[in-house]
């Protein structure tokens, strides 16, 4: 590629940031003014006008999606990639560090990756060991704890002077936590950087070798990173490296979990010479929509202060929808999705955005009711869910025999006769004598210290298992090696022996993890060719975070929270559940600084949409299982009424669209098919009855009705001819 065509498109403003002499600089620039496409044209004119090696780059984003989306772009402008380039996140660079020099950062070469859920357990587990009052001290409060102090870079020793009283205890269980994992081989997400930070400071000649090494360096979304992840980057940083932040001020939200905006005042102080770049031009959204998140965000004192101009058309204008409650709500976003469907638009293009995980549940329904394909980001993330989380431990137990976490976790999963008992008692040993469950176990089986038969005979067995399916798959592909384990466990028959929609749920998941994996063996390759496949794909489904991923190539809309819209971009935006109360949510309400980020949120929220933007409240909502009466929030207070189109729900016809969506997952509703929930129906054998509930779509579609004669049923669809009654 010549210079000419590498900065084809991009402005003046963009062409001298991706151009620039090599010196530190910081991108300051509101939403769609183009950081994220000024960060990737600078690593292509790097290496192909500045001739940069491309191992000589450090890339770092936040999301394994953001990840994703550089390396897409960069292979579009270059062509494609070595996977040995440093692109990633904070998280996954930390683990190819430590990967690497596993024996200086104290750590086992077969170390595992454990998320919040298993840091719950184990905490949990401790928590009660240590004789202390669960209801006292909460895991999630130690968890707190823990993760605060060690983004702070504070360890155990490094906390002399406790500032209450009660922190004595916390100390006590953040040391016994630390010394479980360090036993174990385990490492939770705030460690992984901090031992990076510490494994560079306790050795300089490895963190010299890498400033050798690393020539630039570049970060995007700079506003969210907190002291740990700027002391990081400070550090790998060297002599003669150069850095190349990007970030808008206006966009930081994630204050709640530590993130400084005044870390990028520290980049202009700490770092030499450091100079700011300013885009202007926003190339994302119409100018009606650019203006009204330019007003709303003037709200907050204190910006850096950025001016943002679009040439782009007025557009149409923002519609408020007042919906009568919840369900109305969803039926008005979902209506709105089927008429851009028939005027040519994909279902990709629509996002539904939101506060509140939970804040999914009822657009859910309403989607699934009316066969449009839809996906969820990070709410329940795919390698969070039960199943695969089951059959990651497994993996995980036969990768590494002293993972307590999954022990515990699969030692009776399917149900094999070992009971809380024999666990207790395995945990008693393990305690006494310092060793790991597996360990603990093999010594209980020796000296036939347990009393019941049974239990020995099951135990024994789950071991023999455990060993013969390293022993059997360890030759074979990744795929192979879970479908095995999936069937010689016995987790794939006891899902497919769940009732009804959950256990048919779970193995469709199942199936998913064998795509994943089948995928993930042809163009396999985490960074090290010779990493074992297994421990690889285990380190990245722990690092994953987009969630959700795995249907990349499916036509569906995206529902996600705001704060996992950063950086994204829709044609078409809904913002839901926008009262007072939700969001501004009810804790940030008296508080300034805590407003000003809801703020800022709303900012992120809106700038994601390119042509069309629809806000929409209730009137009337159950929430914690109460009747909420909420105000419409006041950032649609704050925005102009020249950009905005009210609409009540008063005033709106039901419309009731017949849906015929001509994608490959085709369903179509045919209007006597479209039945609602509370809505009486009829069947030919079980009578009149009352919908409860709708599944799935198209011809796995179940409607669950209680009839009045039969009680409860799920029907599908396709077969029950229901008439509307
Ligand atoms: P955010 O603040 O949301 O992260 P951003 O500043 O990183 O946004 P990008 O995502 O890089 O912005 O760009 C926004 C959109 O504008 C993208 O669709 C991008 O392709 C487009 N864009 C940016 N610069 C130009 C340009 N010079 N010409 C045409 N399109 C552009
Ligand atoms: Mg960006």
Same mark, same amino acid.
């Given at each position: 590629?010549? =210079?000419?065509?590498?900065?084809?498109?991009?402005?003046?403003?963009?062409?001298?940031?991706?151009?620039?002499?090599?010196?530190?600089?910081?991108?300051?620039?509101?939403?769609?003014?183009?950081?994220?496409?000024?960060?990737?044209?600078?690593?292509?004119?790097?290496?192909?006008?500045?001739?940069?090696? *491309?191992?000589?780059?450090?890339?770092?984003?936040?999301?394994?999606?953001?990840?994703?989306?550089?390396?897409?772009?960069?292979?579009?402008?270059?062509?494609?990639?070595?996977?040995?380039?440093?692109?990633?996140?904070?998280?996954?660079?930390?683990?190819?560090?430590?990967?690497?020099?596993?024996?200086?950062?104290?750590?086992?070469?077969?170390?595992?990756?454990?998320?919040?859920?298993?840091?719950?357990?184990?905490?949990?587990?401790?928590?009660?060991?240590?004789?202390?009052?669960?209801?006292?001290?909460?895991?999630?409060?130690?968890?707190?704890?823990?993760?605060?102090?060690?983004?702070?870079?504070?360890? *155990?020793?490094?906390?002399?002077?406790?500032?209450?009283?009660?922190?004595?205890?916390? $100390?006590?269980?953040?040391?016994?936590?630390?010394?479980?994992?360090?036993?174990?081989?385990?490492?939770?997400?705030?460690?992984?950087?901090?031992?990076?930070?510490?494994?560079?400071?306790?050795? *300089?000649?490895?963190?010299?070798?890498?400033?050798?090494?690393?020539?630039?360096?570049?970060?995007?979304?700079?506003?969210?990173?907190?002291?740990?992840?700027?002391?990081?980057?400070?550090?790998?940083?060297?002599?003669?490296?150069?850095?190349?932040?990007?970030?808008?001020?206006?966009?930081?939200?994630?204050?709640?979990?530590?993130?400084? &905006?005044?870390?990028?005042?520290?980049?202009?102080?700490?770092?030499?010479?450091?100079?700011? &770049?300013?885009?202007?031009?926003?190339?994302?959204?119409?100018?009606?929509?650019?203006?009204?998140?330019?007003?709303?965000?003037?709200?907050?004192?204190?910006?850096?202060?950025?001016?943002?101009?679009?040439?782009?058309?007025?557009?149409?204008?923002?519609?408020?929808?007042?919906?009568?409650?919840?369900?109305?709500?969803?039926?008005?976003?979902?209506?709105?999705?089927?008429?851009?469907?028939?005027?040519?638009?994909?279902?990709?293009?629509?996002?539904?955005?939101?506060?509140?995980?939970?804040?999914?549940?009822?657009?859910?329904?309403?989607?699934?009711?009316?066969?449009?394909?839809?996906?969820?980001?990070?709410?329940?993330?795919?390698?969070?869910?039960?199943?695969?989380?089951?059959?990651?431990?497994?993996?995980?137990?036969?990768?590494?025999?002293?993972?307590?976490?999954?022990?515990?976790?699969?030692?009776?999963?399917?149900?094999?006769?070992?009971?809380?008992?024999?666990?207790?008692?395995?945990?008693?040993?393990?305690?006494?004598?310092?060793?790991?469950?597996?360990?603990?176990?093999?010594?209980?089986?020796?000296?036939?210290?347990?009393?019941?038969?049974?239990?020995?005979?099951?135990?024994?067995?789950?071991?023999?298992?455990?060993?013969?399916?390293?022993?059997?798959?360890?030759?074979?592909?990744?795929?192979?090696?879970?479908?095995?384990?999936?069937?010689?466990?016995?987790?794939?028959?006891?899902?497919?022996?769940?009732?009804?929609?959950?256990?048919?749920?779970? &193995?469709?998941?199942?199936?998913?993890?064998?795509?994943?994996?089948?995928?993930?063996?042809?163009?396999?390759? $985490?960074?090290?060719?010779?990493?074992?496949?297994?421990?690889?794909?285990?380190?990245?489904?722990?690092?994953?975070?987009?969630?959700?991923?795995?249907?990349?190539?499916?036509?569906?809309?995206?529902?996600?929270?705001?704060?996992?819209?950063?950086?994204?971009?829709?044609?078409?935006?809904?913002?839901?559940?926008?009262?007072?109360? =939700?969001?501004?949510?009810?804790?940030?309400?008296?508080?300034?600084?805590?407003?000003?980020?809801?703020?800022?949120?709303?900012?992120?929220?809106?700038?994601?949409?390119?042509?069309?933007?629809?806000?929409?409240?209730?009137?009337?909502?159950?929430?914690?299982?109460?009747?909420?009466?909420?105000? *419409?929030?006041?950032?649609?207070?704050?925005?102009?009424?020249?950009?905005?189109?009210?609409?009540?729900?008063?005033?709106?016809?039901?419309?009731?669209?017949?849906?015929?969506?001509?994608?490959?997952?085709?369903?179509?509703?045919?209007?006597?098919?479209?039945?609602?929930?509370?809505?009486?129906?009829?069947?030919?054998?079980?009578?009149?009855?009352?919908?409860?509930?709708?599944?799935?779509?198209?011809?796995?579609?179940?409607?669950?009705?209680?009839?009045?004669?039969?009680?409860?049923?799920?029907?599908?669809?396709?077969?029950?001819?229901?008439?509307?009654?």
């Amino acid at each position: 590629m010549n =210079i000419h065509r590498l900065c084809l498109f991009l402005n003046n403003q963009q062409r001298a940031a991706v151009s620039a002499p090599r010196t530190n600089f910081l991108v300051l620039a509101g939403a769609g003014s183009g950081k994220t496409r000024v960060l990737v044209h600078r690593i292509a004119w790097l290496i192909e006008v500045e001739k940069c090696s *491309p191992q000589s780059i450090l890339a770092v984003t936040f999301t394994t999606k953001a990840a994703e989306e550089i390396r897409e772009r960069l292979e579009e402008l270059i062509g494609l990639l070595q996977n040995s380039m440093w692109i990633g996140t904070f998280h996954s660079l930390s683990h190819r560090f430590l990967c690497s020099h596993h024996i200086m950062a104290n750590l086992p070469k077969d170390f595992q990756i454990i998320d919040t859920e298993d840091q719950m357990r184990l905490l949990r587990r401790l928590i009660q060991s240590m004789n202390l009052d669960l209801k006292q001290w909460t895991p999630r409060q130690g968890l707190w704890y823990i993760n605060t102090n060690k983004e702070k870079g504070l360890r *155990p020793n490094h906390i002399h002077r406790v500032s209450y009283p009660i922190e004595k205890t916390w $100390l006590r269980i953040y040391r016994a936590y630390q010394d479980t994992c360090d036993r174990l081989g385990l490492v939770d997400f705030s460690e992984l950087l901090l031992r990076v930070y510490e494994l560079w400071r306790s050795h *300089p000649a490895i963190l010299d070798y890498y400033h050798r090494i690393f020539n630039t360096i570049l970060v995007d979304e700079f506003q969210d990173t907190n002291n740990m992840q700027y002391d990081w980057m400070r550090s790998i940083s060297g002599k003669s490296s150069h850095v190349m932040i990007v970030g808008d001020d206006d966009q930081s939200i994630y204050g709640w979990r530590g993130a400084k &905006i005044s870390n990028m005042q520290s980049f202009l102080k700490d770092f030499p010479l450091a100079t700011v &770049i300013r885009l202007e031009r926003n190339y994302r959204s119409t100018s009606n929509i650019l203006e009204a998140a330019n007003i709303l965000i003037s709200n907050n004192n204190g910006r850096l202060g950025k001016k943002l101009w679009t040439n782009l058309a007025c557009g149409e204008l923002i519609t408020t929808y007042c919906a009568r409650d919840a369900f109305d709500e969803a039926c008005f976003v979902a209506d709105g999705i089927q008429v851009w469907v028939q005027n040519g638009g994909l279902l990709s293009e629509c996002a539904v955005l939101y506060r509140n995980n939970a804040q999914s549940l009822e657009i859910e329904k309403v989607l699934s009711q009316r066969g449009i394909v839809y996906q969820v980001y990070g709410g329940m993330r795919f390698f969070q869910r039960q199943e695969i989380k089951d059959a990651i431990a497994y993996l995980r137990l036969i990768a590494n025999r002293n993972d307590d976490l999954s022990f515990e976790r699969i030692i009776n999963t399917p149900t094999r006769g070992i009971g809380i008992r024999t666990l207790e008692v395995i945990r008693q040993l393990s305690r006494e004598y310092d060793l790991p469950f597996w360990e603990a176990s093999k010594k209980l089986l020796k000296d036939k210290a347990l009393a019941s038969r049974l239990a020995s005979t099951s135990l024994q067995s789950f071991m023999e298992l455990v060993d013969s399916l390293e022993e059997v798959t360890h030759t074979m592909p990744l795929y192979a090696q879970i479908e095995r384990m999936l069937k010689d466990s016995g987790l794939w028959l006891m899902y497919l022996h769940k009732n009804g929609e959950n256990g048919q749920r779970r &193995i469709e998941n199942l199936k998913e993890l064998i795509n994943t994996t089948r995928q993930y063996d042809s163009h396999h390759a $985490l960074y090290d060719k010779h990493e074992v496949p297994l421990r690889a794909f285990l380190a990245q489904s722990m690092l994953e975070a987009g969630g959700g991923s795995v249907h990349k190539s499916q036509d569906s809309v995206r529902l996600m929270t705001m704060h996992s819209s950063k950086g994204l971009e829709f044609a078409q935006v809904f913002i839901i559940g926008m009262e007072e109360g =939700i969001f501004p949510g009810q804790i940030s309400l008296n508080d300034a600084g805590g407003l000003e980020e809801e703020r800022r949120l709303a900012y992120v929220g809106i700038t994601r949409a390119m042509v069309k933007l629809t806000l929409t409240y209730a009137i009337n909502r159950r929430l914690y299982g109460q009747e909420c009466l909420h105000e *419409p929030s006041r950032f649609i207070g704050e925005i102009p009424s020249k950009y905005i189109k009210n609409v009540h729900y008063s005033a709106r016809a039901t419309t009731n669209i017949p849906y015929h969506y001509k994608g490959t997952n085709t369903v179509s509703m045919v209007s006597n098919n479209d039945v609602r929930i509370i809505q009486r129906v009829q069947h030919e054998i079980f009578g009149l009855g009352t919908v409860m509930d709708t599944i799935g779509c198209g011809k796995k579609r179940r409607i669950q009705v209680n009839f009045d004669d039969y009680g409860v049923k799920w029907l599908l669809a396709s077969y029950a001819k229901l008439k509307l009654s």
